[in-house]
């Protein structure tokens, strides 16, 4: 490519740089990056994501500070979501805030929907549901990717801190309810459900012991084309949750592959709560 002229060519080196990422070490990826007499920042944010999905992370985020040494380049809406994710996956909370600085100084607002949800999943995954859901109410038409992203955002905030403090429970209990309550929501806008829109939907039902929801939620996955009645069996099977205030007995709905060898894609887990097991039992 040296020799040829191609690395003065965005493209082919973009497509280089994944391969070499992917399948080389990080000093030779770099080493090839360098290589570009003047990279676009098509080329940094090509090589921060790849970096960021391989958990590079410093490195991502030292391609990102060496943007700011080329005088005609400055980040755009492609630059952040990885970094962001990143920062949600460590949960580095300052290191998150500092960037969205970065995000109202570089990008002109309003942003568009990449970089909200990009926002929305990283104060999630740092237990801050409430800003998350600002961000997402500032989308103008969520699609099916952001409902997700809020729908996860409750319901990873709702169930982590049962395990470690039942005193907790009324407030987990109001975020499984806004799944409900935002489920109702996305149904009025027309946007259809996905097995990932389901499996959160499922779970606010199985933490709020709403069964109707649940076994309405349960019916869909096999009746509106989410899976496939035909190639998938489904097993119903009790698993014990115990907190430290009322005992909550679970049903996990499983589908999976058919035992007679007829392949499925679809795969994955859903809970049920039953609310007649459900014992007024306090410690």
């Known amino acids: 490519m040296i020799t040829t002229g191609l690395i003065l060519h965005t493209y082919p080196v973009s497509r280089i740089l994944l391969s070499s990422s992917t399948l080389a070490t990080l000093s030779y990826t770099l080493t090839i990056f360098n290589q570009a007499r003047n990279p676009t920042i098509f080329l940094f944010n090509t090589l921060i994501s790849s970096?960021?999905?391989?958990?590079y992370t410093h490195a991502a985020f030292s391609l990102y500070i060496t943007i700011f040494s080329h005088p005609t380049l400055k980040p755009n809406n492609y630059t952040y979501p990885s970094l962001f994710k990143a920062c949600g996956s460590h949960q580095w909370l300052k290191h998150g805030r500092a960037l969205h600085g970065h995000v109202l100084k570089f990008l002109d607002t309003p942003y568009d929907n990449f970089v909200q949800a990009s926002l929305l999943n990283f104060y999630s995954r740092c237990g801050k549901v409430g800003i998350s859901r600002y961000f997402f109410d500032q989308i103008v038409e969520p699609d099916l990717a952001s409902w997700n992203s809020i729908l996860s955002a409750y319901m990873r905030n709702a169930t982590i801190p049962l395990l470690a403090d039942a005193c907790n429970f009324g407030g987990n209990a109001s975020l499984s309810m806004?799944?409900?309550?935002?489920?109702?929501?996305?149904?009025?806008?027309?946007?259809?459900?996905?097995?990932?829109?389901l499996v959160e939907l499922i779970?606010?039902?199985?933490?709020?012991?709403?069964?109707?929801?649940?076994?309405?939620?349960h019916a869909y996955v096999l009746e509106d084309g989410v899976l496939d009645p035909e190639t998938t069996v489904v097993s119903i099977f009790p698993s014990p949750m115990h907190y430290a205030g009322p005992t909550e007995v679970q049903w996990h709905a499983k589908v999976w592959i058919n035992a007679q060898g007829r392949t499925s894609t679809s795969l994955f887990w859903t809970q049920l709560a039953e609310p007649s097991t459900r014992e007024k039992r306090f410690v």
């Open 203 to 217: 779970s606010a039902c199985a933490n709020l012991g709403a069964l109707n929801q649940g076994t309405w939620a």
């Open 178 to 197: 806004e799944v409900l309550n935002m489920f109702s929501r996305m149904q009025q806008s027309f946007v259809k459900p996905n097995e990932v829109t």
């Open 51 to 55: 970096f960021v999905q391989k958990e």
